[in-house]
């Protein structure tokens, strides 16, 4: 061995003994179990090095994706490493040597928890989107002589822990197929109403545990949902337009970040699904719309009503007539609805004052554990349709999965 390489050999021993000693002293590398959850914490490595997916991490440490997921966020931190004076030099021998005096070194730690039985892997979750294939369904009444019929959704909550997401899947699916229309029809209107993923963001992130999925699953498995609704609507119809619009769960950015109202990845999974669809001339009468900059709605003529789509978190319960008048005062878009809908309630309700309608569409999600607690109510699933044609609603119909 040259004495350079002797020296090379010493002082990455020496590096390691440092970056060890400078490491913060809650982040030694190791893991702990504790009421099922692993939590592990890596050891250094480069500041610049990739993170790597969430199966190289499991299968870095011993876990087998196939059977454990990491739960919640993956934790860094960084600190820089300063090498002993005897090793800082830039040449021995005459020979060079890289002159490296600090060393930039991060660690990482996440939680990570056994898949339940029977639980799919995302992409296995995707196939059942891909696969689906509509059973026999009671299909809602067709809307003729320039009618729209109309197809609203609420709070899917895509990666709730008590909300698994096959079954969601294969019920969301269910629905749409029933809510389609019987024949063709000149118009569709399908409507996300907000909630769409768990999300990170709600209740000051206090809900990260609970969830099954990451945050790009969930967005990954809503933008493959949405896909595969058009795909299934597109065909029935001359014209299909498609809404998303911001709720409280889908929120991009944290309560300690103060960013627009309409960041949000409901809204940015339909953008995605609408580039997608301009490679496709098939779907050239598909059109997607979503809120503009700091706007929380969508406001579109359907079926010859104005219909406003909001999610909702932002009106009090009881109060909705009172903030859709505020928002006709001050002369806002929303002010001119004839037709408001919402979710965020997670049950079906109607009211109409001064000849125009309010509905709140029903939670697609199976339940929540905190209204449960909190209540003792259960959940009721299901979708919205109706038609819509020269301003009146006729045919609403609240779509429940068959027990």
Known sequence: MSLKDAFLRTRQAALEVAVERARPKTWKAGRVTQDGVTTVTTDPVAADTPDGTHAELLQAHGFDPARYRIVGPIRSTRWTAYLPKEYRTNSVEGEPVEDAFTFQAKASRFQVVERADGELSIDELVQVVNNYQPGEHNT???????????????????GKLENPTEELLTRTLDLLAEAAPAGRVPHIHLAFLGDCIEGWGSQGGRLRWRTTLTMTEQVRILRRLMLRAVEMYAPLTDRLTVVSVAGNHDEAGSRDLDTRIDDSWAVEALNMVADALEFNPAFSHVECYVPGPDEQGVVLEVGGAVVAHVHGHTIRPG??????AGHAFGGQDIGQATVLLQGHMHHFQLDEQAGRTWLCAPAVESESAWWKNRTGQGGSPGILSFTLNQGRISGLTKHQPKE
């Open 319 to 324: 109060k909705h007539f009172d903030w859709w």
């Open 140 to 158: 809602s009444a067709d809307g003729t002589n320039g009618a729209s019929h109309v197809v609203s959704l609420g709070d899917l909550q895509i």
